[in-house]
């Protein structure tokens, strides 16, 4: 026959209560420690159970209201686990009856991958953060089918975050294996994992616990299981960007015998030139662009704290600007989809011969290595190549925040920028004054 005796908590919060634990036992080999979700103070815990005061009063009335609940929640347990199936039966299993107990309006809400579908439909995001939302989604699929255990909400420990991030990180070792190969079949050969970085599997990480932060936020749990799970920091190398030089020897390359990569290298010229993300120049319109300036509010920066981002089109920028003015639709530059931008972005470089060989960290070791500019180059390089040449003329990252939409202090904006020889010197220089 199956029991359930309280203990209590050794740890105290700041209200001075401790958690009730339960230990359910169904059997000489079947033993659960299990979290209550019910609070009291240690002085009224006494043999196992809560001591009620004598004397009448609100003291007395909370206490009976928690006697009560506990009662409840070990009947319902009890209840729960004679029509389960025992094989699934788990400390997960505990606690999403844990949390079914005390939300019992969201019983039919609980399935995790439900949630997280509503998670992803009702957050407004980048396409970029989108794709990531929903590679991490399949990531923990596969994650549950080769656990062998379904994951709940109330299922994910600290212990389960371990889990997954050692999963992320052995993944593409699980995908050649024959005992698994069905889960990938399906998947085109691009999908398949690869071994991944630490800092991809730091990003996977932090989009689930984007995940919990909007599960709080819609009281659909308290549990934070990441406040005692460190994720760890994403590690980059030394900042590279164009110079004006070679950013003038791509805009000034004869490109005429490819005119695709003719437009794309406009596209590119301007990005380095106004230092937008991808995902907003992407949207840009005829219309942001007023008077000579581009006005537009970031759509990372839409959901939190929407600022409006102006620049100041240079001659070049506007050149460009007039040159698509004519396009059909209401686009301001023909852009076509991020990921061929990035590739005809490689083309262009090797066809100006802007192959400069930079310093850069390898993802996956960590180490420096050396490589040609035509290898790597990438959206993302516009946005530094802005930013680094301004900040090389003007150190005020105020200043400089207040065109790319970088919210003050930030500190993303350190990596965009390179504390170069040439300012060193500068600042030195001010010792002789």
């Known amino acids: 026959m199956a029991t359930i005796s309280a203990s209590l908590s050794s740890r105290v919060d700041a209200r001075g209560k401790s958690e009730i634990l339960l230990r359910f036992v169904g059997g000489r080999d079947f033993i659960i420690r299990i979290k209550s979700g019910i609070y009291v103070r240690p002085e009224r815990w006494k043999d196992g159970a809560v001591v009620i005061p004598r004397l009448a009063g609100e003291e007395q009335r909370e206490l009976k209201a928690t006697k009560a609940q506990l009662e409840d929640l070990v009947s319902f347990l009890l209840d729960e686990f004679a029509g389960a199936d025992k094989s699934v039966v788990s400390r997960e299993w505990f606690a999403d009856a844990v949390d079914k107990f005390h939300h019992p309006a969201r019983i039919g809400k609980v399935d995790f991958f439900s949630l997280w579908d509503e998670f992803d ?205 004519t396009l059909r639709g209401d686009k301001l530059l023909p852009f076509i989809s991020s990921q061929k931008y990035d590739d005809a972005l490689k083309d262009i470089f090797k066809a100006a011969g802007v192959m400069r060989v930079v310093t850069v960290l390898d993802p996956l070791t960590r180490e420096q290595v050396k490589r040609p500019l035509n290898e790597i180059a990438s959206s993302h390089l516009a946005r530094r190549t802005f930013i680094g040449n301004l900040y090389k003329q003007v150190q005020d990252p105020s200043l400089i925040g207040s065109m790319t939409g970088h919210v003050e202090g930030s500190r993303a904006f350190a990596r965009y920028r390179s504390i170069d020889d040439d300012i060193k010197a500068d600042v030195v220089k001010l010792l002789e004054k």
Not at 154 to 165: I, K, N
Not at 220 to 229: G, L
Not at 247 to 256: F, G
């Open 121 to 325: 439909r009702t957050k407004d995001v980048s396409v970029p953060r989108r794709k990531r939302f929903r590679v991490t989604r399949e990531a923990l699929r596969r994650f549950e089918v080769i656990r062998g255990r379904k994951l709940t909400v109330a299922g994910v420990t600290p212990e389960v975050l371990e889990e997954f991030r050692s999963f992320l990180g052995k993944e593409h070792e699980l995908a050649a294996r024959p005992e698994w190969r069905d889960i990938y079949k399906g998947m085109d050969r691009k999908s398949i994992p690869g071994e991944r970085s630490k800092n991809t599997v730091i990003e996977y990480l932090a989009v689930l616990r984007t995940f919990f932060h909007w599960l709080r936020a819609r009281k659909i749990t308290d549990a934070d299981p990441f406040a005692r799970f460190k994720i760890g920091a994403c590690v980059y190398g030394t900042p590279y960007y164009l110079t004006i030089e070679e950013r003038d020897a791509l805009y000034n390359a004869d490109l005429s015998g490819d005119p695709r990569l003719s437009v794309q290298r406009d596209i590119f010229v301007f990005q380095c030139l106004v230092g937008c993300r991808v995902g907003d120049l992407m949207r840009f319109k005829k219309g942001d662009v007023v008077d000579g300036v581009l006005s537009y509010i970031p759509r990372k920066t839409k959901d939190g704290h929407p600022v409006v981002v102006r620049v100041p089109l240079t001659e070049t920028a506007a050149e460009i600007v007039r040159r698509y003015s």
